[in-house]
């Protein structure tokens, strides 16, 4: 079964982020929402409070990912930028030749890291 790693920060947007996750379990694919924040409790861009599967910093490696996928939404893909261990995992997930997702701002991330050069975006 395929596994997916979705990374969410405060002000992501609720829909960019829960849209892909029933879709995706929905199809059969394993995926795990994991906070950023330090804890599991994450607040949406218009004020809801959600609870991820995991938190960022208790997860050894993400090696095991098919594919991370990044929800839009501001402050959210700003805050999602501003972590520099996520970071890291984006290059190493790139650098493996791995499926990286961005949603409506979060492109941002990837662009910053230079992963979209010479690649198209859409």
């Known amino acids: 079964m395929a596994k997916v790693y979705e990374f969410l920060a405060n002000g992501f947007e609720d829909i960019e982020a829960l849209a892909p996750v029933d879709i995706l ?4 694919v394993e995926i795990k929402t994991v906070s950023i924040t ?18 960022f910093e208790d997860i050894d490696s993400f090696e095991d990912a098919d594919m991370l ?12 930028n501003a972590h520099d261990g996520l ?15 961005a ?19 859409t």
């Open 25 to 28: 379990r929905r199809g059969g």
């Open 69 to 80: 996928l990044l929800p839009g939404g501001m402050p959210g893909s700003a805050n999602l």
């Open 38 to 55: 330090g804890n599991e409790w994450v607040e949406t861009s218009h004020g809801i409070t959600l609870k991820a599967d995991l938190k």
């Open 87 to 101: 970071k890291k995992v984006l290059l190493a997930q790139n650098a493996a030749g791995k499926r990286i997702g």
């Open 103 to 121: 949603i409506c701002a979060a492109p941002l991330i990837l662009g910053g890291l230079g992963i979209l050069k010479g690649k198209k975006a």
